[in-house]
C-alpha cells in the first residue's frame, strides 16, 4: 500500500477532533499553571507560534507552549541550547509545552498520529520522499518521534554544523521512518502508537534512542539499496 492510499487509513477525524476537545479541556488546568509560569519568568506571551508545512504542502501556524527566549538562533534546538529557560526544559522533558497542538488537531491542521510538521525551510516540495509523506496530515506523535525522543541530546553531540546533520543526515533518517510507517497504518496501528506515547511519557528509558552512529549508519545502507 503506499503512502498516499494509507494517509486516511488513520483514526476518523470526527474521533480525533472529539478526543483533542475533551484533552484540551482535560488539561486546560495545566496549561493555565504553565503559562502563568511562562509570563513570571519570561514576561512574555506564553503561547508560541511557528509556520509548518502540513498535508499536500498547506502551511499552518502550530501552537506551542513558550520554551525558549526570543533571541536568533538556529531553527534545530540542540539539548543544552541556551535559549531554553528554565521553565522551558521542565516542559520540554515532560511535552506539557505540545499539549497546545490539540488545538491544531481541533482546527484539522493535524492528526493524533502523523509525521511531525516541519518548517518550511527544510522542505522539500520537489523530493518524491516529501511529496509521499505530505500526502497524511501531520500528528502530534509517530513511531519515529518515539524512537527520536532523544533528538535534541543527540544534535548536541554533534561537533560541526549541526543545522547540516540535521538536513542531510538526521532529517532523510525521519523521512524514511515516516514513510514505513504510513505504508503500514491503520486506525489500529494509530491506537497503538498512542499507548505507547504515553508509556514513554510516564516511563522514559522504556527503549533505546538512535545515536549519531545508528543514524549515519541507516542511511549509509539506505544509499546503498537506493542505487
Request: net charge positive; charged share 30%; proline share 7%.
Amino acid at each position: 500500500m503506499s503512502s498516499a492510499a494509507s494517509a486516511g487509513k488513520g483514526l476518523p477525524r470526527a474521533v480525533e477532533a472529539a478526543a483533542a476537545a475533551a484533552c484540551l479541556a482535560a488539561a486546560a488546568p495545566f496549561l493555565l499553571l504553565a503559562a502563568a509560569a511562562i509570563v513570571a519568568t519570561t514576561g512574555d506571551s506564553p503561547l508560541f507560534r511557528q509556520r509548518r508545512v502540513g498535508r499536500n504542502g498547506r502551511l499552518f501556524r502550530l501552537v506551542k507552549l513558550r520554551t525558549m527566549r526570543k533571541t536568533a538562533g538556529a531553527e534545530v534546538t540542540a539539548g543544552g541550547d541556551e535559549r531554553v529557560t528554565r521553565v522551558g526544559r521542565l516542559l520540554r522533558r515532560t511535552k506539557v509545552d505540545e499539549l497546545p497542538e490539540l488545538w491544531n488537531i481541533l482546527r484539522g491542521d493535524m492528526a493524533w498520529v502523523g509525521p511531525r510538521p516541519e518548517v518550511p525551510r527544510y522542505v522539500d516540495g520537489e523530493d518524491p520522499r516529501w511529496r509521499a509523506v505530505l500526502a497524511a496530515r501531520p500528528g502530534l506523535t509517530d513511531p519515529v518521534t518515539l524512537r527520536l525522543r532523544n533528538e535534541e541530546e543527540l544534535l548536541a553531540g554533534i561537533a560541526g554544523d549541526r543545522e547540516a546533520f540535521y538536513r542531510d543526515h538526521l532529517q532523510p533518517w525521519k523521512l524514511r521512518g515516516y514513510a514505513d510507517y504510513l505504508a503500514r497504518r491503520t486506525w489500529r496501528t494509530d491506537l497503538t502508537v498512542l499507548r505507547d506515547t504515553v508509556r514513554a511519557v510516564l516511563r522514559p528509558g522504556t527503549a533505546p534512542p538512535p545515536t549519531v552512529d545508528d543514524v549515519l549508519a541507516e542511511g549509509l545502507q539506505t544509499r546503498r539499496f537506493e542505487r
